[in-house]
């Protein structure tokens, strides 16, 4: 496992989801991401979206979600960049970034594994 769950590694080897090496965090579309997280097992039990106090365009914004099958934590942190329906987004599993996570070791299955439950 290269530190990814099946879904977020589908969106990385197809382009859609990018390493931003300044910013240390993701580019991607924000649903595409959380739909990815979901599909893998993870429930969301919250999510919130910040606005600008200049023109309440969204800024930004949070969700959290547990896998109840492994008990794991994922959460994703997100900011608005001026590309289209792209943001920077901070993803963590139980704790931990994503880039360096290690999956198996905390129990996140891979897509196999949660299609069959």
Do not use: Y
Not at 2 to 16: A, I, K, M
Not at 23 to 42: K, N, S, T, Y
Not at 62 to 70: A, E, M, Y
Not at 90 to 95: A, E, L, V
């Amino acid at each position: 496992m290269n530190g990814f769950t099946g879904g977020l590694n589908d969106l990385r080897e197809q382009g859609r989801m990018t390493w931003g090496e300044g910013e240390h965090g993701w580019v991607g579309m924000p649903e595409d991401i959380l739909d990815a997280l979901a599909r893998d097992g993870f429930d969301q039990c919250k999510r919130e979206m910040t606005t600008s106090h200049r023109d309440c365009r969204p800024a930004g914004g949070v969700w959290q979600g547990v896998n109840p099958r492994t008990g794991s934590v994922a959460s994703a942190i997100w900011v608005t960049r001026p590309a289209p329906l792209k943001a920077m987004m901070f993803i963590q599993i139980n704790g931990e970034s994503v880039r360096t996570l290690d999956c198996q070791s905390i129990g996140v299955g891979n897509r196999e594994e949660t299609a069959h439950e």
